[in-house]
């Protein structure tokens, strides 16, 4: 039985097996079948792959230990996902594509890289597991992730290992920006050291399925992945949907600090679920962030980290970053603390360290800039196209075969918003204030469409901290245990795919049970129906709910839909309070 299945992933490839029939009541989302000890997968490129044990099991899909079939060490994984889901169609896609190992191996050479913490794929196909579709992807295996460290040390890592990191993570940021994509999700949780010997001296970026082209053209919100990421690192860009180069840096930002043993202020503050408030938090943390440094850093920012989050806080939404002038800093911190940038990366603290110190790195500036070849981005213009979406092609789709190269490379395993709108000095980062994201006008240009959030309530983002939202039309999210009380409008333009669950409060007294209400609606249903046992009843909130498609008086689309008809991009629904 699948343990969670949603009807039907709009878009998605899932064939009837992995269709309605599965449907398991109450869920909404779909995880995958568990693969048992000793199966074999056969790739597109007829190898096999004998699953090992399960060593992760993120948002969407698990992870296996497997070994090719011959081989005796685990040294790859599989990570497995019903054939529906979006995270992992993207991520086998943008390996497929743009990660390929001698595309890596060029870059170290151009860079001068010993190393690059980028993952490669080793294989990819399909199975059906207990007569359901899955996808899978075959990879390296890597060691421990940095959470792991991260949480055992008190929440927080050495601060010279902050400081590795934070340069090789700008490493792969600047391969992955190379190849036209941004990651999007980087989090101690997805960063594994690796398993050759000295592998703990490189960490590597995993979980590549939120990668998108980012934006080259205008800044255009989009609400259909606002708030995508992990809540407490999700980028200001990212909050309004927006993919962009600088967005992967303020995420990193976020992470070095709270590697730093520091709370980040909407975390401290308990925002993360309502993102509209986080975001607020972050954009008014960003618009004057030295000084909203220093109070976060009572004993004092390291020039590195005040230097850098000044930096991202002033590039523009479709600037290049300046990856050498970023690294250097880091160097330079580095430098002053005497810790050499090699060798085996250092998790444990020392005994006397302070919450964010080991020993002070210097609060001047640094100057001098280390001068390496500048790379010229393979640039894809993303104002139409920021998704790889689904369909057959992956089929085709072959991986390389592995060279002796890759086998040498897999050794046996060890382990697993106000005033930021204004200050936005570029005219080409014009930052929209989150409180101006509700306004009609601040939506793509789309002055009929509007999005009325009461500030409790997120159409799509639950802001589950630690895990990774994805608003993507293709993945199904988990449903929200939080339930909120609310009187709304809605009106549901004929394109509008709609769910909308009401909870009915129990009465006092009465030892009636709170009603469920679903009430899903799609452009083929031109009648939205609410849940007759509900309708019924005269005295419950849910008959304060008006569902209505945007018709004028002819039955057609009124204009406003119509206009919209032709822009995905724009919201499908609006929630209004609903005025007595
Ligand atoms: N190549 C790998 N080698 C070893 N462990 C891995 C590998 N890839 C992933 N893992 C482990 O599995 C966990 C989940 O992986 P991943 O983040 O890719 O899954 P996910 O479903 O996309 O998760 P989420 O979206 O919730 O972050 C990681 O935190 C890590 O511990």
Known sequence: MPRAVKPKAPGALADKKSGPA???????????????????????????????????????????????????????????????????????????????????????????????????????????????????????????????????????????TVYRLAIQMLDVYQFMHSTGYVHADLKAANILLGLDKGGA????????????????????????????????????????????????????????????GIELPWVRDKLLGVPLKVQKAKESFMNDVGTSLKQLFPQGVSAAIGDYMKYVSKLAHNEAPDYDKCRQWFLNALKQMKIPNSGE????????????????????????????????????????DDIIYASDEEEKVLPKKRSPADKRKLKPPTVSPKKRALQAKSQNSPRVPATDLSSSKSLSGTPNSKLNCSPGLSLRSS???????????????????????????????????????????????????????????????????????????KDSPVKRINLRKLINESGAASPSTAARSHSPRTPAVTVRKYRR
């Open 201 to 260: 001296s490189q960490a590597y970026l995993v979980d590549f399925g939120l990668a998108s082209h980012y934006v080259t053209g205008d800044f255009k919100p989009d609400p259909k992945k606002m708030h995508n990421g992990t809540i407490e690192y999700t980028s200001r860009d990212a909050h309004m949907g927006v993919p962009t180069r600088r967005a992967d840096l303020e995420i990193l930002g976020y992470n070095l600090i709270e590697w730093l």
């Open 463 to 537: 802001g589950r901290p630690g895990k990774t939202v994805i608003n993507d039309d293709l993945t199904p999210n988990p449903r929200s245990k939080k339930t909120y009380e609310f009187n709304f409008e809605l009106d549901v333009s004929m394109d509008a795919n709609v769910i909308v669950n009401v909870k009915r409060k129990k009465k006092a007294g009465t030892g009636e049970q709170p009603n469920d209400v679903n009430s899903p609606s799609s452009s083929s249903s031109k009648a939205v129906k609410i849940n007759s046992a509900s309708a019924k009843d």
């Open 22 to 160: 599965k449907k398991a009541k109450g869920k909404l989302y779909a995880m995958p079948e568990k693969l048992k000890e000793g199966t074999v997968l056969t790739d597109l490129a007829k190898g096999q792959w004998r699953i090992g044990p399960s060593i992760g099991i993120g948002g969407f899909g698990e992870i296996y230990a497997a070994s090719r079939v011959g081989d005796k060490s685990q040294d790859a994984v599989v990570k497995c996902e019903p054939h529906g889901n979006g995270p992992l169609f993207v991520e086998m896609h943008f390996y497929l594509r743009n990660a390929k190992m001698d595309d890596i191996k060029q870059f170290k050479q151009q860079h001068g890289l010993k190393e690059l913490g980028m993952p490669y794929i080793l294989a990819n196909g399909s199975a059906d597991v207990n007569g359901q579709k899955h996808r899978f992807i075959v990879m390296p295996r890597y060691g421990s992730d940095v959470s792991k460290f991260y949480i055992e040390n008190g929440k927080r890592l050495p601060e010279g």
């Open 345 to 384: 990366l250092e998790f444990k603290l020392k005994p006397h360290s302070s919450n964010n110190n080991e020993s002070s790195p210097p609060k001047t500036k640094p100057n001098a800039v280390r001068k390496v070849k500048k790379d010229s981005p393979r640039v894809m213009d993303s104002s139409t």
